[in-house]
């Protein structure tokens, strides 16, 4: 998902609960231990001791302090000091000196490791270090567990950049003070809302940027027991993360420039990750993968997997995923091309994954809406009995901890304002047990040189080494270190130290400007505010909040009998008086309700999960029922002809029924349909099928088929019609968390324009389509309703509250927007 370089600064009360996550856990053995080792010397020479203090816990201890008491003879080399935590220089200090006795600290010793690797992860929202990265890793630890992998966005890198911010290094070496494995995704600049692609520079081969990302990378905390991993950009192949013009050649070169002068500073605690394109963007992949060296730059690969409300049952391992794209295994589509490409043995980092409360995309094949239940069942689910049992996957960090925007707010696992409670998919995984075994305690090593004073006799000489932390734990080794002294010197052997010229092989490129690839995610315009001035915005009275039965999920309006029909989530369906405004009836119709459709004056269709129903809303009974057709979707009305069209998710066909549900007609469909809508005047049907995504038309009389579009991007979430003016909206997701709205002419389905966000007006989780009787496109979101001028793509706020599903009456422009969150009918005359 691309991220906005926002501040986002949650506040001292969260550090104070966040603080309030952090204690030593019990520990059935020590804390603390030291050790030491030391070289061997001769009466007169110098030896090299290496001491350590280790944290057996698996929290972080504050204020250690080691001390080495050195054996009669001999004596500090001042100077000599060298501090390390885990292979990391610290700040060396001269010791303290009482007598034989030497003393450093003090410093934290980072939490202990676990042998078992442990894949779970998170992907933190942290733009700001004003609080402190200490204080989203702390709760990132408790969800993870040690050893776990966190990724967190860092952003401004450009040709100058001489070194890593202090908030990345800082956040680097607080992960690992709590034994997390971090993955940084580095990234350049943002302007008005896009990501700017980085410049090729003078020679045209990225080499001035490459350098700058690997002077960033090598200012980075380094530690002997985790590696630390680096993403190299984001989702490239979505407009907004690449100037507005995604080039899969461009950007490959740039990964593999990128990732070659990182390697050349020769750590092999550095491992290079790609930017993980959006789900299922095959063609992008394959035009990175034509560019040389790109399918063996990366040490691990990146991919970001949404399965919507597909349970994790639903994968390609077991091949269970109908939609592949669309599982918590969707890697597998892009790392079987890289395979054909020759590279394999590789790994999986799944950088982006989660459930977004509310989600209902692939309701039509049958699965729920996502709430906070089954949320938490299934990403834990995820990640106790798939991700960590296949081999190929190193991490997985679902999107995301907290985000105090609200951009993201339904992926979030705590909540970002107070009483800071935690979601419950943050209990159950912080719940689960995570892969441990033995324990590896870490700390800090000081290295330092004695002197050996003349008359030391020959033998084995032993130091007493003590530590301790600020709450007390200790540790003490009577013999320690020993050191061998020779009688006479013993010969010294020094390798040379060999240097070569920097290699400047940069990768291959095109001296010419290139367009967007194939695959490359481009909007044709961006929706951004109206002039208030000029806008024309809707103007209702205050509304009218009819309290619901249940969560509503669909509504339908019968002007003829002046009532309309809200189903709720489940078998219940809700009769409201439109004259009066209020709930007149509920009733029962079993199975769950899937969409609702108007029919002969006074009843309507209700598309169940198998089977359909008729309803006489004036006597609030079920007229006709039937059962044993499998799951059915979207319904449309003909009233000219009295003919009843029904999407058939189940055995992927259309029917048709009379107005009585005498079935007339069977027309199979070539694939999963789901909305379904009839163009009166045009004597046309348009049919969506949203996973594909597709959208087909066909004549009414024949059930002839007329046209096809296919959309940009993934699952399309609605669809209407503007008849008189001939335009056909679909409201689509273009990657996950941007939706996108295209345009069709009605008669060929000829694109008119893709619409999508911008910085200023984001379009990130709109859910729903309307239209005003004047043609003005009403676009919902949890937070308000936006109207769109169709003339020039401008955007206007609302006075219409936030809801999941709009309607609007044709003859006076009466709003009904339905709020599951609130059970709540909300209607604006």
Sequence with gaps: MTIYPLRYLIGFSLSLFLLSLVGLIGQAGPVLSVAGTAGPTYPGGETTYQVELLNHTDQIVYDGVISLTLPAGFSYVPGSTLALGEGWPLENREPVISGQTLTWGPYSLPAAGVREHNPYGIHTLMNDCQIGPALYLEAAKQLVGSGGYVTQLFYGIDANTTGPSDCAVSFVSEAYARNLIPILRLQGHSVNGI????????????????????????????RNTNPLYIAVWNEPDLWIEWSNRPNAQQYARFFVAVSKAIKRLGDGRIRVVNGALTPGNTKFLDQMLAVPGFKNAFDVWASHCYPYNHPPSYNNHARTARYGTYAIDCYRQETARIKNQGRSGFTVMVTETGYELGNNTFGFEGFARINETNRAAYISSAFANYWQHWPEIVAVTPFQLADSSGHWAKFDWLYPTSPYT???????????????GEINPYGFQITFQAKVANNVA???????????????????????????????????????????????????????????????????????????????????????????????????????????????????????????????????????????????????????????????????????????????????????????????ATRDQLLVFSDNLNRQQTRPLHCQPDQLIFDEPAHQLYITCPAVPLVMTFQVETLTPTAQAALTGGPILDLVLDAPRQRLYALSLLAPGHQGITIWQTATLQQVALLAGSSDFPLQTASALALTSEGQLLIAEPGGVWQMNPADYRVSRTPVAGGDTLTVQPDNGTIYALDPAARLLRIYP
Excluded: C
């Design 195 to 222: 990501w700017q692609a980085p410049s090729p520079g003078s020679s045209g081969d990225y080499a001035e940027i490459a350098q700058a990302f690997a002077r960033y990378v090598a200012g980075l905390p380094r």
């Design 422 to 436: 935690r979601h419950l998919q943050y209990e159950q995984v912080a719940a689960l047990p995570k892969p441990g």
């Design 458 to 648: 020959p033998g084995t000489y032993f130091s007493q080494l003590s530590g301790q932390d600020r709450d007390g734990h200790t540790a003490f080794a009577a013999q320690a270190a020993p050191v061998e002294v020779a009688a006479t010197p013993f010969p010294l052997t020094y390798l040379p130290i060999i240097f070569g010229p920097t290699r400047r092989d940069g990768p291959w490129y095109f001296s010419t400007p290139e367009p967007a690839s194939p695959g490359a995610i481009v909007p044709d315009i961006l929706l951004e505010p109206a002039n208030e001035a000029q806008s024309v915005v809707l103007m209702t009275a205050p509304p009218t909040a009819i309290p619901l039965a249940g969560e509503p999920q669909a509504i339908v309006l019968d002007q003829s009998a002046g009532l309309g029909a809200v189903a709720l989530a489940g078998e219940t369906l809700e009769i409201v008086n439109l004259t009066t405004q209020q709930a007149a009836q509920t009733l029962q119709v079993g199975d769950d309700l899937q969409r609702l459709s108007s029919g002969p004056p006074g009843s309507i269709f209700v598309s169940l999960s198998d089977g359909l129903a008729q309803i006489d809303l004036q006597t609030g009974q079920v007229a006709k029922r039937l059962t044993g057709l499998g799951r059915l979707r979207g319904l449309a009305w003909d009233p000219a002809t009295s003919r009843l069209f029904v999407a058939d």
